[in-house]
């Protein structure tokens, strides 16, 4: 199916790019296009106005900024998976990258575009919330910064207002982190039923600090603030890992689709947190 009829334009610069969301009713951004053009052939979604951020030079770069990664707005997940910057400083982001969908989709969709369209079940939220990533926002009104835990508000709804462009995400350096995914079709290049990204610091034997996030489970990938809690202190052994994968669904309204029950979820959901603070622990 066609999209309805809209207006395009692909601004040279971000303040151009601004001006046209800020004087604009019903505008998108445009940056892989992976999420976008599909809700909008199916008509799902309507914009009469799409703004490509695409040629927007100096967006599409990963970048050392001393105590902190940043990655651009342009910066596709091919990009993200295989960065050694990203590799080295925030492994679980990589990970989720290189299981995002398949290699077309990962050539052209963008991590910030996947951060901004929220979908329940996308696989780099939940490394965002495990490594405590920061979400930078511009619109005409100025610039604002947003953690990750305050950042995925609902299905498909983040905490940026239409007409804000997530120009960035940044990710402080330290630790360790890993991702482990039960995709769709059973491998790992498709959607998660569920998924786990967890981050801990370790020190004199100790799990010094953790965070443990969720995503395929709930209408909204999720930190698992019961699991880090179970694990911080601890000595990280199975027995601490099996107590703290227990919580992975404390307090939690899990889903029940096509793809699994209730129960079933809610058995991955300790699965993964286990199996990924297995590997991240080793
Ligand atoms: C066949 C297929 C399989 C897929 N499998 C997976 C999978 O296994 N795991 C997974 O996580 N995802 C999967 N996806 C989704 C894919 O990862 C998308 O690339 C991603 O969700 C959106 O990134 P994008 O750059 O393409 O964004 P777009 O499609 O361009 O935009 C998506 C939404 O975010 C908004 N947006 C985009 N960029 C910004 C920005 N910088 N600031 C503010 N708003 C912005 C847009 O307005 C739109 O509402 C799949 C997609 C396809 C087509």
């Known amino acids: 199916m066609y999209p ?40 799902l979604v309507r914009p009469t106005l799409v703004v490509d951020i695409s040629r ?50 990962r050539n052209r969709g963008t991590t910030c575009g996947s951060l901004a369209h929220a979908d329940v079940a996308a696989d780099q939220p939940a490394a965002a919330l495990a490594l405590n990533a920061t979400m930078h926002a511009a619109s005409v009104r100025g610039t604002r910064e947003i953690a990750a835990a305050d950042f995925f508000v609902d299905t498909l709804t983040s905490a940026l207002a239409p007409d804000e462009i997530l120009t960035k995400v940044t990710i402080p350096k330290g630790g360790s982190s890993t991702y482990r995914k039960l995709g769709r079709r059973g491998g790992n290049s498709d959607y998660p039923i569920a998924a786990a990204a967890v981050w801990v610091d370790v020190s004199n034997g100790s799990v010094s600090a953790a965070r443990i996030a969720v995503t395929g489970v709930s209408s909204t990938p999720y930190l698992a603030v019961g699991s880090a809690q ?53």
């Open 56 to 105: 927007i030079p100096g967006l599409d770069e990963v970048t050392d900024d001393g105590d902190h990664i940043t990655i651009g707005a342009m910066v596709r997940h091919a990009t993200t998976a295989s960065h050694p910057l990203v590799q080295e400083h925030a492994s679980a982001l990589a990970e989720a990258a290189s299981c995002t969908a398949d290699l077309q989709v």
């Open 230 to 282: 179970a694990l911080i202190g601890s000595d990280g052994s199975a027995d601490a890992i099996a107590a703290a994968a227990s919580h992975a669904t404390d307090g939690v309204n899990v889903l029940e689709d096509l793809y699994g029950t209730v129960a079933f979820r809610t058995h991955l959901a300790d699965l993964y947190v286990r199996r990924a603070l297995e590997d991240v622990l080793a």
């Open 4 to 43: 309805p009829n809209f207006d395009y334009v692909a601004p040279s610069s971000l303040d151009e790019a601004l001006a046209a969301l800020a004087g604009a009713e019903n505008a998108k951004i445009l940056s892989g296009g992976m999420s976008l053009i599909p809700l909008m052939k199916m008509r």
